[in-house]
């Protein structure tokens, strides 16, 4: 859902990073640049290796970058801030809380503050589709329930910008679906979301608009914007011609020599 001429939420702007191996900077990513645009859902394939984490990690505040900056609202990212939140393939839900208890840890406030919160919580719970599992220990949920409360604790914290790093890569194909219908409902409540695959039909499904990180340039390797209409039908044949043109640029990425 890109609205052109609004500014950008999120500027990468020739964004550059080197990790150190034997004294020796090797650069995952180049003189990367794009922007996300409020409501969009942005897909990021590429594959293994090819620095798809390390950008998310730079975006998030976690890393800092060797060359160039990442921008939120125009301001230079340096540190992590609750405008950006994370859902990683694991979860990571403290296991000897609740899961209501795990989606407030962290929010401070007064007494009726946290009442507002707990409030929030069971409503996010019901958007999640877990609605009434909230005294629940996280040992009781499955896998997907697991990154559902995950993002339901992203969620109430009301990102700017949500950030996603293979989020439901660890989850079997019918459940994984399932989250990315949820995602698409959150894409409908306008949630500006920078979304993390190597999965080709995940992006595909998913996306206003796939950037592909070629990891034997380091930077952008081509963009798609997906323009499809919603809920998107993987039989159809437009469908596969994209899926099949971000096959072909997978294909071409091979590993750059040491
Ligand atoms: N903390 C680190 N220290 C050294 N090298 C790293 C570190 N994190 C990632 N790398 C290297 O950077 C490259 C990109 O990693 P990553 O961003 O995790 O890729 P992706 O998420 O696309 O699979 C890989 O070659 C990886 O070995
Ligand atoms: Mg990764």
Known sequence: MMESGQPAILEVVNLGHSFVHNGVAEP?????????RPGELVCLIGRSGCGKSTLL?????FLAPTHGCCLLDGECIDRPGPDRCVVFQEDALFPWLTV????????????????????????????????????????????????????ARVLIRSPRLLLMDEPFGALDAQTREEMQDLLLELSLRR????????????????????LFLDRTTGSLGGQLAIDLERPRDREDERFQRHCARLYRWLR???????
């Open 100 to 151: 209501g208890e795990n989606i407030v840890f962290g929010l401070r406030g007064n007494r009726e503050a946290r009442r507002r919160y707990q409030e929030e919580a069971e409503r996010l719970l019901g958007l999640v589709g877990l609605a009434g599992y909230g005294d629940y220990l996280p040992k009781a949920l499955s896998g997907g329930m697991k990154q559902r409360v995950a993002l």
């Open 191 to 210: 949630q500006t979301m920078l979304f993390v695959t190597h999965d080709v039909q995940e992006a595909v499904a998913l996306a206003d608009r796939v």
């Open 28 to 36: 995952v990513l180049r003189d990367l640049s794009f922007a996300v």
């Open 252 to 258: 071409r990425s091979t590993i750059c020599p040491p």
């Open 57 to 61: 990690n730079i975006v998030a505040g």
